[in-house]
């Protein structure tokens, strides 16, 4: 076990310049998810300790509803966070995959072939921890400009603690051992690695109907708060989870569908690839889409948020109230924004390291088309198509779904409040743009997979 | 298409390819006639694929030339090269080749697309390709849902489509036990035939390089041997 364990280096050193890049695209989405999660966990914390120690009226009457809230964004963001670093070890391991088929058939043993994989993963995810914990720190100074509760937060009271920040050094390697390990199974098993690829069955319309129900019960949820008051407010954003569980369960199948639906009105090559592959796995295609998704959803609900404030201004309230209610209001699109904001990020880097798993899968694929003649041009288009056609949708889709879903409440008044619209079209943009930038993070790796792949060698 | 008569379809004149110190070619000639069938054999390292590829157009050799039809590759950017390669080339490797999200139709339609064909013509001649070669009725099928000897038949399909003027294939039945090589290979052989291509077939066994013509041996780099043999027919 020892020698082979000494080859654990050596598998890392042994990948050439795609082996770097994908490398450093595993330890930063570990970065990215460990500084992001240690920013919401602060987040929660500072609202928790603000909640049992109020400074003042107003955080003794709104300190609880803040941590509901803090609860809500650590609730929305826990799965696109933990997807990211699944996806990211996958991707480590991927690049790995042939060498250790290769030893597999040389005689090393399954357990040895995993004590491998456990070795690499785990470096990579610990190097991605550190550095994350290090965003996280960077990151203070900007979060502690953003104002709550009327003063902004000190950094003391966003600082998690050494024993969180150790836990994470400790949490986030495990988890991508976990995931490295799942997705290795196949070379245990196999190690000829022969993938045998089927045609999937079709997703059930069961989930279409649990997700619309679960729609329908959210309605019902925010007429009913409705008539209690504008402070239920935060009860209705705390059911977003609800509305996020149905979006996930309908947002594959949707995907599924559209593809189907694409794969018959298909005209070009890469029109026909594309939908293809949603076809294929509208999952695989959902775990980089389905982070916008709920970017779309919570921004869609954004979208009626600065009813709140000039509805409950003309109730005939005190002046100290309008100022309680204008600050909770403003409070509360920050703080979607900050969600939203990292949504983005997770969801750019969930599409980045998605796609370079893909080449890295496909390289032997993906070289024989193009020697025999199929443009490079034509992959790139097949690529970007690939995330853009279902983004737009799911964007666009869940943004709708969460006006829709809000409307008991607002009316169609959240569709006509012009700075809620420019809100919602502004968050879009931006996400699909940052999310398209990463995707061509993909494109020199396909390059030098081009440019290394033999067809066999002789 | 229009091919051009006089003289070889396929002409390389004294190929030197190097990669760093190993030189994998030293100097090689050898023309392919219209509608020949050629074997290019050798052991492991001798240069065979390099040939391959460098005829192909996948590789830029360091020295000497080759022409298709007359018209010399070397001329060519890797955009042109590409473009013959789609036009006038068919390939089948010897697996993998085949994209493992599409069904076996799209698979070989999907090369005529390339050139531009509506899909609808594109699928239509599909079919009676599949037809042609044993496979009607499994069009929908997807390559995982094809034995090896099937999946190999979509890839010479999807090689002939587009009408090339030569099919080059890289040990075609390499993935295959013997009994469904031959069968594969008797496939390719006829139908490249029928087609009017040239075919090049690189091997190290002898049993697929019976199905060609001719046969040439390289080592270290150069042709030794060039014989020419009535192919195995069809049993």
Same mark, same amino acid.
Request: aromatic share 4%; hydrophobic share 50%.
């Given at each position: ?16 310049? *795609? ?7 595993? %330890? ?16 929660? !914390? ?17 300190? *609880? ?9 650590? %609730? !929305? ?5 933990? $997807? ?65 509760? +009327?003063? $902004? ?86 059911? !977003?989870?609800? +509305? ?86 403003? *409070? ?21 390291? $998605? ?6 899968d496909r390289r032997r694929e993906y070289a024989l088309q193009v020697l025999a003649g199929t443009p490079v041009a034509l992959l790139d288009s097949v690529r970007r198509r690939e995330v853009l056609v279902p983004m737009l949708l799911v964007a666009v889709g869940s943004a709708a779904t969460a006006v829709v879903m809000m409307s008991p409440v607002f009316g169609i008044a959240g569709l006509t409040d012009p700075s809620g619209?420019?809100?919602?079209? +502004? ?13 061509? $993070? ?17 | ?165 030569v099919v080059f294939a890289d040990e075609p039945t390499g993935a295959l036990d013997q009994a469904t090589g031959q069968d594969v290979m008797r496939v390719l052989t006829e139908t490249t035939r029928l087609a009017g291509a040239s075919l090049v077939v690189v091997t190290h066994d002898a049993g697929v390089a019976a199905w060609c013509g001719r046969r040439v041996e390289v080592r270290d780099g150069r042709v030794v041997a ?10």
């Amino acid at each position: 076990m020892s020698a082979v364990l000494a080859l654990a280096p050596r598998l890392r050193r042994a990948g050439g310049r *795609d082996g770097r890049l994908t490398t450093a695209l595993a %330890v930063a989405a570990f970065a990215v998810m460990t500084a992001l999660t240690l920013s919401v966990v602060g987040g929660l !914390l500072g609202f928790s300790a603000r909640a049992a120690d109020p400074a003042g009226a107003f955080q003794r009457e709104y300190g *609880d509803s803040y941590v509901v809230l803090a609860w809500t964004a650590v %609730v !929305l963001l826990v799965v696109p966070l933990l $997807t990211l670093g699944g996806s990211a070890a996958r991707l480590g391991v991927a690049r790995r995959d042939a060498r250790l088929a290769t030893l597999r058939l040389l005689g090393v043993t399954p357990r040895e072939v995993v004590a491998l994989t456990v070795v690499g993963t785990a470096w990579q995810g610990l190097v991605g921890a550190v550095a994350g914990v290090a965003g996280y720190v960077a990151l203070l100074p900007v979060w502690t400009r953003v104002p709550f509760q +009327g003063s $902004t937060f000190s950094a003391g009271e966003l600082w998690v603690g050494w024993p969180v920040l150790a836990a994470a050094c400790v949490a986030v390697p495990v988890l991508a051992v976990v995931s490295g390990v799942v997705s290795l199974r196949r070379v245990v098993v196999s190690p000829l690695g022969v993938a045998r690829r089927q045609t999937p069955p079709a997703m059930r319309a069961v989930r279409a109907v649990v997700a619309l129900v679960a729609m329908g019960l959210f309605m019902v949820v925010l007429l009913v708060l409705g008539q209690l008051g504008a402070f239920a407010v935060a009860f209705a954003i705390g059911s !977003l989870a609800l +509305g996020f569980g149905a979006l996930n369960l309908i947002g594959p199948w949707a995907l599924g569908l559209v593809g189907r639906l694409r794969v018959r009105r298909a005209r070009t090559p890469a029109q026909l690839l594309a939908a293809r592959r949603l076809v294929d796995d509208p999952r695989a295609t959902w775990r980089v889409v389905g982070g916008l998704g709920l970017a779309g959803f919570v921004a869609g609900a954004l979208a009626v948020v600065p009813l709140l404030a000039s509805a409950s201004a003309g109730e005939g309230a005190s002046a100290a109230e309008v100022a309680e209610t204008a600050t909770f209001t403003g *409070d509360l699109m920050r703080g979607a924004l900050l969600t939203l904001g990292i949504t983005f990020l997770v969801a750019a880097a969930a599409a980045g390291i $998605t796609q370079a798993a893909t080449v890295l899968d496909r390289r032997r694929e993906y070289a024989l088309q193009v020697l025999a003649g199929t443009p490079v041009a034509l992959l790139d288009s097949v690529r970007r198509r690939e995330v853009l056609v279902p983004m737009l949708l799911v964007a666009v889709g869940s943004a709708a779904t969460a006006v829709v879903m809000m409307s008991p409440v607002f009316g169609i008044a959240g569709l006509t409040d012009p700075s809620g619209l420019l809100l919602l079209v +502004g968050c879009l943009t931006a996400g699909c743009l940052l999310v398209l930038a990463a995707t061509e $993070t993909s494109r020199p790796l396909l390059r030098s997979v081009l440019a290394e792949t033999q067809v066999r060698p002789d | 298409m229009s091919h051009t008569t006089s003289g070889p379809r396929l002409s390389a004149r004294g190929l030197v390819k190097q990669f760093g110190a190993t030189t994998a070619l030293a100097g090689v000639d050898l023309d392919v006639a219209a509608g020949e069938s050629v074997a290019v054999m050798g052991p492991s390292g001798s240069g065979k694929s390099t040939l391959l590829h460098c005829l192909a157009g996948i590789l830029v050799p360091d020295a000497g030339t080759v022409a298709l039809s007359g018209r010399g590759l070397h001329d060519l950017d890797e955009r042109e090269r590409s473009l013959v390669r789609r036009r006038q080339y068919g390939f089948v490797f010897q697996f993998g080749q085949l994209l493992a999200e599409l069904p076996a139709i799209e698979n070989v339609a999907l090369a005529p697309m390339l050139l531009g064909t509506p899909r609808r013509e594109a699928t239509e001649l599909a079919g009676r390709w599949l037809a042609s070669l044993g496979l009607a009725g499994m069009e929908g099928r997807r390559p995982g849902e094809l034995s090896g000897g099937q999946a190999q038949r979509v890839a010479v399909a999807r090689a002939l489509i587009t009408g090339p003027e030569v099919v080059f294939a890289d040990e075609p039945t390499g993935a295959l036990d013997q009994a469904t090589g031959q069968d594969v290979m008797r496939v390719l052989t006829e139908t490249t035939r029928l087609a009017g291509a040239s075919l090049v077939v690189v091997t190290h066994d002898a049993g697929v390089a019976a199905w060609c013509g001719r046969r040439v041996e390289v080592r270290d780099g150069r042709v030794v041997a060039d014989e020419r043999r009535a192919p195995e027919v069809a049993r």
